[in-house]
């Protein structure tokens, strides 16, 4: 048995009914059937509006007995004798039927009435009717669909047809009409707003838009579908130009393959044929490999509400799409001017390229997958009108888990807050603004070499060393998203031997600095070493690392740290072994988790005579 899982709004239905009717064509005579318990206690976007005659309705299944299919794991073939529960988006060209018929019965046997007919009737008379279709409402957050149909890419499309359709109508569809009235210049009065169509009654906002002749449809199923089901044979449709940010495990690239060949994809950020000459912001991008998300980055910074900004993005030889995307957009925009790195240099030294570059009177570096709010430079030039520091921590946002962070009060000289062993204050760049005179002189200082990950430790202390003053802004301006970093993919014994010796290298070089400008901070760099150890235990191998590879890692750390950085959490593992061998166990020790792993006698002596050779020399 095949059953289809339905959830979400109209749009999504319908691709789902899609994929059912798919699955009943290339699947003869299986039994197939559908379940909407989705919507028994949510009424989102109307509930559940198809009309679905031919397959049957599943009440009640036991769950257990059937294998669950999503977007990731489809594959091109099921036995029909299986039970699968297929429970995804299916938003993808493959399963697209080359029949409408049975979409177009679903709307045909409704009726327009009331206004809708009013509005029907004005669609008809015009002969070169445009639905716009804005979504804003649940999208202008979203971490997967946000800041893709912005507001620059509607000015963009609006522009395009006015310069090739003779007297165009406007028929507007948005859930937000009055930030429509405000911010949208449509350049003539012809302009209808759709309004009245809510709960079950958003059906017909998609009938309404399919009988306009043009489309401009923002990345949404919604008016995906509208536009889907007019059948005139020259329909235009402009389309953003691409449709989620960025692949991820609840939402698999699903509507990432809808957009069709006759779509015309718009650019979303404002067309600017000149640079900024004299910034109050320059923002530093440094960028490899990231031709998945780096789009969102673009389009956040390019959108920024506050207008004298440049973004300098450097692109260290990236071997994905990356470097042509940038210059794709930079070709669009020129306030994003695009270094090529002709050699991986690590992200230390791309922010170096991008610091020596910037023109602006303040700098801010940002990590290539990371993203600012649109309002974010607005917000950081308020405060720094009012008040005159090197230095201004704002606040993030952990995406896509929401979890908002806020700058830590901390009166004492920063330098020494960051070497602090037991300081809350984290040695991280990208959530701050800098002087721009301040940057330049502390990274002229920091040597080059390559890494990707620990530098934010050594460049916040060579920052902090020239900077002399520090402000608090309280609002969450950043987006630091997990997922795509080093610090937050799964880690091989490979993997972490090169990220002790990045370490081991930030230490170095943090001492050398300390030794030559401030020699009587010398000793705090034990401080510092105890917490990258602390790190590369508790974070690199006992949470990111792969089981067979945590006791190989363990064993690799004396070739890059020292012996009094490690004495703490090799003694904790000793001990944690002994007790687990004797039966006395602290089950709240962090480590106790992979003690079953160096159980075996020849692992478990190999640590002994490590722990001995490290601790127990007289």
């Given at each position: 048995?095949?059953?289809?899982?339905?959830?979400?709004?109209?749009?999504?239905?319908?691709?789902?009914?899609?994929?059912?009717?798919?699955?009943?064509?290339?699947?003869?005579?299986?039994?197939?059937?559908?379940?909407?318990?989705?919507?028994?206690?949510?009424?989102?976007?109307?509930?559940?509006?198809?009309?679905?005659?031919?397959?049957?309705?599943?009440?009640?299944?036991?769950?257990?007995?059937?294998?669950?299919?999503?977007?990731?794991?489809?594959?091109?073939?099921?036995?029909?004798?299986?039970?699968?529960?297929?429970?995804?988006?299916?938003?993808?060209?493959?399963?697209?039927?080359?029949?409408?018929?049975?979409?177009?019965?679903?709307?045909?046997?409704?009726?327009?009435?009331?206004?809708?007919?009013?509005?029907?009737?004005?669609?008809?008379?015009?002969?070169?009717?445009?639905?716009?279709?804005?979504?804003?409402?649940?999208?202008?957050?979203?971490?997967?669909?946000?800041?893709?149909?912005?507001?620059?890419?509607?000015?963009?499309?609006?522009?395009?047809?006015?310069?090739?359709?003779?007297?165009?109508?406007?028929?507007?569809?948005?859930?937000?009409?009055?930030?429509?009235k405000k911010n949208i210049d449509f350049y003539t009065d012809n302009v209808t707003?759709?309004?009245?169509?809510?709960?079950?009654?958003?059906?017909?906002?998609?009938?309404?838009?399919?009988?306009?002749?043009?489309?401009?449809?923002?990345?949404?199923?919604?008016?995906?579908?509208?536009?889907?089901?007019?059948?005139?044979?020259?329909?235009?449709?402009?389309?953003?130009?691409?449709?989620?940010?960025?692949?991820?495990?609840?939402?698999?690239?699903?509507?990432?393959?809808?957009?069709?060949?006759?779509?015309?994809?718009?650019?979303?950020?404002?067309?600017?044929?000149?640079?900024?000459?004299?910034?109050?912001?320059?923002?530093?991008?440094?960028?490899?490999?990231?031709?998945?998300?780096?789009?969102?980055?673009?389009?956040?910074?390019?959108?920024?509400?506050?207008?004298?900004?440049?973004?300098?993005?450097?692109?260290?030889?990236?071997?994905?799409?990356?470097?042509?995307?940038?210059?794709?957009?930079?070709?669009?925009?020129?306030?994003?001017?695009?270094?090529?790195?002709?050699?991986?240099?690590?992200?230390?030294?791309?922010?170096?390229?991008?610091?020596?570059?910037?023109?602006?009177?303040?700098?801010?570096?940002?990590?290539?997958?990371?993203?600012?709010?649109?309002?974010?430079?607005?917000?950081?030039?308020?405060?720094?009108?009012?008040?005159?520091?090197?230095?201004?921590?704002?606040?993030?946002?952990?995406?896509?888990?929401?979890?908002?962070?806020?700058?830590?009060?901390?009166?004492?000289?920063?330098?020494?807050?960051?070497?602090?062993?037991?300081?809350?204050?984290?040695?991280?760049?990208?959530?701050?603004?800098?002087?721009?005179?301040?940057?330049?002189?502390?990274?002229?200082?920091?040597?080059?070499?390559?890494?990707?990950?620990?530098?934010?430790?050594?460049?916040?202390?060579?920052?902090?060393?020239?900077?002399?003053?520090?402000?608090?802004?309280?609002?969450?301006?950043?987006?630091?998203?997990?997922?795509?970093?080093?610090?937050?993919?799964?880690?091989?014994?490979?993997?972490?031997?090169?990220?002790?010796?990045?370490?081991?290298?930030?230490?170095?070089?943090?001492?050398?600095?300390?030794?030559?400008?401030?020699?009587?901070?010398?000793?705090?760099?034990?401080?510092?070493?105890?917490?990258?150890?602390?790190?590369?235990?508790?974070?690199?191998?006992?949470?990111?690392?792969?089981?067979?590879?945590?006791?190989?890692?363990?064993?690799?750390?004396?070739?890059?740290?020292?012996?009094?950085?490690?004495?703490?959490?090799?003694?904790?593992?000793?001990?944690?072994?002994?007790?687990?061998?004797?039966?006395?166990?602290?089950?709240?020790?962090?480590?106790?988790?992979?003690?079953?792993?160096?159980l075996p006698n020849r692992l478990y002596n190999k640590l002994r005579r490590i722990?001995?050779?490290?601790?127990?020399?007289?």
């Open positions: 048995m095949f059953i289809i899982k339905f959830t979400g709004g109209i749009g999504n239905q319908l691709f789902q009914y899609n994929f059912l009717l798919w699955l009943d064509k290339t699947y003869l005579h299986s039994d197939i059937r559908y379940d909407i318990s989705e919507y028994k206690n949510v009424c989102d976007h109307g509930g559940f509006l198809l009309p679905i005659t031919k397959f049957k309705r599943i009440k009640h299944y036991d769950k257990k007995k059937f294998r669950i299919v999503s977007d990731s794991d489809f594959q091109s073939s099921f036995s029909p004798d299986e039970n699968i529960i297929f429970d995804g988006y299916w938003q993808k060209k493959q399963f697209l039927l080359d029949s409408l018929n049975v979409f177009t019965e679903i709307f045909s046997n409704k009726k327009c009435t009331g206004q809708n007919s009013v509005y029907k009737n004005a669609i008809e008379k015009c002969e070169n009717s445009v639905s716009v279709h804005i979504r804003r409402g649940d999208y202008e957050n979203h971490f997967i669909l946000g800041s893709i149909a912005t507001k620059a890419y509607f000015t963009n499309a609006i522009e395009r047809i006015n310069k090739t359709v003779n007297n165009p109508a406007f028929f507007v569809f948005s859930d937000d009409t009055e930030w429509v707003y759709i309004t009245g169509n809510t709960g079950k009654n958003v059906i017909y906002d998609i009938m309404l838009m399919s009988y306009c002749s043009r489309h401009v449809i923002s990345n949404s199923s919604f008016s995906w579908w509208a536009q889907n089901i007019d059948t005139k044979p020259n329909k235009q449709v402009i389309s953003p130009p691409y449709w989620v940010n960025v692949p991820c495990f609840s939402f698999v690239s699903p509507v990432a393959d809808i957009q069709m060949p006759y779509f015309t994809l718009m650019p979303n950020i404002p067309q600017e044929q000149n640079a900024c000459k004299k910034p109050d912001f320059s923002i530093v991008v440094a960028a490899y490999n990231l031709a998945h998300c780096i789009r969102r980055t673009l389009s956040t910074l390019l959108n920024q509400t506050y207008h004298n900004i440049e973004i300098i993005a450097v692109d260290d030889c990236s071997g994905d799409d990356t470097g042509r995307i940038l210059d794709e957009y930079s070709n669009v925009n020129k306030k994003l001017h695009v270094i090529h790195h002709k050699k991986n240099q690590g992200v230390h030294c791309a922010r170096k390229t991008g610091v020596q570059t910037a023109k602006g009177k303040y700098i801010i570096l940002l990590d290539g997958d990371d993203y600012l709010e649109h309002t974010a430079c607005e917000i950081l030039w308020k405060k720094i009108n009012k008040t005159d520091c090197d230095i201004y921590e704002y606040g993030f946002t952990v995406r896509p888990d929401n979890d908002v962070r806020l700058p830590i009060h901390d009166t004492r000289e920063r330098l020494i807050a960051l070497l602090d062993e037991h300081s809350a204050y984290s040695p991280t760049i990208w959530n701050k603004v800098y002087k721009a005179s301040v940057l330049k002189q502390a990274f002229f200082y920091m040597d080059d070499f390559y890494s990707h990950g620990p530098e934010d430790v050594y460049e916040s202390i060579v920052i902090a060393y020239f900077a002399h003053s520090y402000g608090i802004i309280e609002q969450p301006v950043h987006n630091y998203v997990t997922g795509n970093g080093i610090s937050t993919k799964k880690q091989t014994l490979t993997t972490n031997i090169h990220y002790f010796a990045l370490m081991q290298t930030v230490i170095e070089k943090t001492k050398l600095f300390l030794e030559k400008n401030k020699p009587e901070y010398v000793y705090k760099v034990e401080s510092l070493e105890k917490h990258l150890v602390h790190d590369a235990v508790y974070w690199f191998i006992n949470s990111l690392t792969v089981p067979e590879d945590i006791v190989p890692s363990l064993l690799a750390l004396p070739a890059y740290f020292s012996t009094k950085a490690l004495c703490p959490y090799f003694t904790e593992l000793k001990e944690n072994a002994d007790n687990y061998r004797s039966g006395k166990i602290n089950g709240h020790k962090v480590c106790i988790y992979y003690i079953k792993k160096i722990y001995s050779r490290l601790f127990c020399r007289d």
